[in-house]
């Protein structure tokens, strides 16, 4: 019965959005609905408000809705959702300054001279625009009112025309900043968890091992990660847009004729084309250049995109006035005042401790109001010039507003879609079809193309996207990324634009298009570029380094970069390090050989003997790194014999596992429904039920091949022998670089070490028949000056022990001087062997690890170096197939 209350939802949600109800509503409204219809018969037909439901009741799936209402409007930590207000916030403001004409106007007399130019420059324009306002409907209506006219005045193609214009209009939900990729980033932040549950659960089930290893693990993504990930795909569609324009005026020149232009390429002129140019780009870099190079949040750019965006309408409303450019220039010297002085200064108010500090921070403070002083000035103006103000938070409300319902009614959609099992029904069609991973991907990207016919561009990522992107970000064959996924399900979203009957690009355009232009036209004109779109789609499919390089760049080279000891980067690192072991293998054998013949008399011997044992083990590092270069050839080798084994009988397992789950819930539904004598009949099918599911189970389980067990034990051997050879270079490597560092700093700390003399001979004025608080208090202080010094463990705790033995009210006297006469000795043992040490071994030790630091010791660094990062950010950036771990 849950399945028909499922086709419920489904019809009501599809009936309600084809009959133009509103989206915000259609949504929750299916869902409660449908949700109630199921728990109202379950009362009525079996005593159980539960008794139609495949999981939970109606109690769960309002649990679950009040859960949701409280991630997306009450958790501070949920901050994704923050960026869309601010990014709207921009797009209408910019809109509303009439930037787009500026842009339009400029660009169409510039490349206008050339074939197919008015063509091109419309896509330039629109991929600006894109990463400025991404408003489609503004964009699309400012070309179809500006351009359109230009290019039929110039006997341009109608259909290539208007498709130019439609699809350049597009190129804002994939360009970032975006509210498509925004949206699709927090979907996806919840599909990641559910993924990285359900790929542990396998893990765990099919291994028998309790933890996965966290390099398996589901690849997050953030609002900041999808804007980063977009940007080469993004422009490799506009390259794609600009190329087949220049094509199709190349082969038919009459399609788009050059437009001569009247006026002179003067000073003047370049001096229009500067100013319709600089200032959004400079935007564009302020917001997305602060996300790419880590100095700002995604919620912190789409403030500065607000921020800037003001100071440009507060110029562009005044234009042609005396004076119109004074908040912007006062901005601008603001902005270079505050980078100069950070740069300068270490601007921090709770670090002031010298008159340069102070300096610092009075022309931080003088350069940060000018800048407020720059926004309200320009605040007062968009205020005062035709109310624009009010009229651009209006809007900016009604559709931040529009966005949060629809995200809060999809909450509630998914959650009744999963309480009547749809989820379980998507998993097992996309978990039956044959091909694995790529067939499930390339179907569900069929679906949300056809979709796109019908459906806006929210209604599918917060509908579809909670359902399926758990499904294919689980499967560990692909191991995509949750920003490749969100990029390639943004990207396909971006064809629902112009996709007749609904596309909205297409209602923009059309409405503002003279009569001239036929609607078989624009339908025609925009079918080419959903060609494009596509052929950019499987590109970006095809090379997902193109979305991955960039967020993993990022991540590695910035202030908060993980180290590279960090679990996720090891296969990658490792690879990298594998190539330098034979590049740099002489010169590494050769120190490591020098050092063997070293002098270590002058040491400790407890320092002697880890010296000296580092030493040895440093020189079965590489050894070590190639023998698990060879047992990951070894599986390599295996992998082709073995593999289409492994896929038939965990593709079989998922099954089995499935109906194991099916069997479960029957019988616990029978066992309820058996209580009452009306539902004995429902019950008696449940039993009926489970026995075909244990007969179709049983069946399953013949069909496991005989030889399962053996092939797959005997590749278990082999996947354990790679990982005990990656854990014993990891280990063997840690342990030949550690003792290094540690013993260099002891050789440097000689003089620091020599300057606590004065500090231990303050000590005997303290041993005395009382002592007071504050005394305790200068032991304490001593105490942490010697533990600055590395290496005098010994001495602090002599001195430790000395001030315990001076405690006001429990003088020991002679147990004091006791203390201090070994805080003495240690501190003279300590002090001899390393001023002996130091001038012949410290150069040695230098020179030994600097030409280890690299290999041996990078893991041990606190962050890779730039050209390394760089490196393993590119390895990173493709996907890693991980099936045959599982």
Not at 4 to 28: D, E, H, K, N, Q
């Amino acid at each position: 019965m849950e399945l028909l209350f499922l086709a419920l939802l489904v019809i009501l949600m599809a009936g309600a959005l084809a009959s133009g109800f509103p989206v915000a509503f259609a949504l929750p409204g299916a869902a409660i609905i449908s949700i109630m219809a199921a728990g109202v018969s379950g009362y009525l037909f079996a005593g159980n408000v539960d008794a139609f439901f495949h999981q939970g009741g109606p109690s769960n799936w309002l649990s679950a809705g009040v859960t949701n209402f409280r991630g997306i409007y009450w958790e501070a930590e949920r901050d994704t959702l923050i960026a869309i207000p601010l990014f709207v916030f921009m797009g209408i403001m910019l809109q509303r300054s009439k930037v787009a004409e500026d842009l339009l106007v400029t660009m169409a007399q510039l490349f206008g001279p050339i074939r197919g130019g008015l063509g091109i420059s419309v896509v330039f324009v629109g991929a600006l625009l894109a990463a400025t306002t991404g408003i489609l409907g503004a964009t699309v209506v400012a070309m179809g009112l500006i351009s359109l006219p230009a290019m039929l005045r110039n006997n341009y193609s109608h259909p290539l025309a208007t498709g130019t214009i439609a699809a350049s209009g597009t190129l804002g939900q994939i360009i970032p900043p975006s509210i498509v990729l925004i949206i699709l980033a927090d979907q996806l932040s919840s599909a990641v968890d559910q993924a990285g549950t359900a790929r542990q659960n396998i893990y765990k089930e099919v291994t028998g091992e309790l933890s996965m290893p966290s390099e398996f693990a589901v690849t997050s993504t953030s609002a900041g990660d999808m804007f980063m990930g977009a940007v080469l795909p993004g422009l490799v569609l506009v390259g794609l847009y600009m190329l087949f324009i220049l094509i199709s005026s190349i082969i038919k020149p009459k399609l788009a004729p050059a437009v001569p232009f009247d006026g002179e390429y003067d000073r003047k002129f370049a001096l229009k084309v500067v100013l319709a140019l600089v200032p959004p780009l400079t935007l564009i870099f302020a917001v997305l250049g602060s996300i790419i190079t880590g100095i700002a949040t995604v919620n912190q750019a789409g403030a500065i995109g607000a921020a800037g965006a003001m100071i440009m309408a507060g110029y562009r409303l005044t234009a042609g006035k005396p004076g119109c450019f004074r908040p912007a220039i006062l901005a601008i010297i603001s902005v270079i005042t505050l980078a100069v002085v950070a740069n300068i200064y270490e601007v921090n108010v709770r670090r002031i401790e010298t008159a340069a500090d102070t300096t610092g921070l009075v022309l931080a403070v003088i350069a940060a109001v000018g800048f407020l002083t720059a926004l309200a000035w320009s605040g007062w103006r968009i205020f005062k010039i035709d109310n624009t103000l009010q009229g651009v938070m209006m809007e900016t409300a009604k559709t931040t507003s529009l966005v949060f319902i629809i995200l809060l009614g999809a909450a509630m959609l998914t959650a009744a879609f999963r309480a009547f099992g749809g989820e379980e029904l998507v998993r097992d069609f996309l978990g039956g079809l044959p091909g694995g991973f790529w067939t499930q991907f390339i179907i569900v990207m069929l679906v949300i193309f056809l979709l796109g016919f019908f459906l806006d561009f929210i209604e599918i990522a917060v509908v579809v996207v909670p359902i399926v992107a758990p499904i294919l970000l689980a499967d560990p064959e692909a191991n995509i990324t949750a920003v490749w996924l969100g990029v390639m399900i943004g990207m396909n979203i971006q064809t629902s634009f112009l996709t007749p009957p609904f596309g909205f690009a297409l209602f923009y355009l059309r409405g503002v298009a003279p009569k001239v232009i036929k609607t078989v036209s624009m339908y025609k004109g925009v079918i080419p570029f959903i060609c494009l779109q596509l052929f950019a789609l499987a590109i970006v499919g095809y090379f997902p380094p193109l979305v991955n390089y960039l967020p993993n760049r990022t991540s590695l080279i910035g202030e908060t970069a993980p180290p590279p000891k960090n679990p996720r980067l090891q296969y990658c690192i490792e690879n990298y390090l594998a190539v330098q072991y034979v590049a740099q293998g002489p010169q590494i054998a050769a120190l490591i050989d020098e050092a063997k013949t070293w002098d270590l008399s002058a040491l400790p011997n407890r320092d002697a003997d880890d010296l000296a044992e580092a030493i040895e083990k440093a020189g079965t590092v590489p050894g070590l790194m190639a023998a698990a270069v060879a047992a990951k050839d070894a599986i390599d080798v295996a992998d082709p014999g073995y593999r289409p084994l492994h896929e038939g009988v965990r593709r079989l397992q998922a099954k089995i596992r499935d109906l194991n789950e099916k069997i479960e819930d029957k019988t616990r539904l029978a066992g309820q429904l058996e209580g009452f004598e009306e539902t004995q009949e429902r019950a008696a099918r449940y039993r009926e039920d489970v026995e075909e599911y244990i007969v179709d189970r049983d069946a399953m389980l013949a069909e496991i091949p005989a030889e399962w067990e053996a092939e797959h034990a005997e590749f278990v051997k082999i996947l354990e022998v790679e990982k005990k050879a990656r854990t014993t270079y990891r280990r063997t490597a840690d342990q030949a670089y550690d003792p290094l560092p540690e013993l260099m700093l002891k050789l440097r700390d000689v003089d620091a070490l020599a300057a606590l003399r004065g500090e231990l001979d303050k000590l005997e004025a303290f041993i005395k028949e009382e002592t007071t608080d504050a005394e305790q208090e200068a032991i304490k202080a001593i105490e942490d000056v010697i533990s600055d010094v590395e290496g005098t463990s010994k001495v602090k705790s002599a001195v430790s022990s000395m001030r315990r033995d001076l405690r006001p009210g429990r003088v020991k006297i002679e147990d004091a001087r006791e203390e201090l006469a070994e805080a003495y000795e240690e501190f003279e043992k300590e002090l001899a062997w390393r001023q002996a040490a130091a001038p012949d071994l410290l150069p040695k030790l230098e020179r030994l690890e600097a030409g280890i630091r690299l290999t041996i010791g990078l893991r041990q660094q606190d962050k890779m170096p730039r050209d390394i990062a760089l490196e393993v950010a590119k390895c990173e950036a493709n996907h890693r197939d991980i099936s045959l771990y599982f």
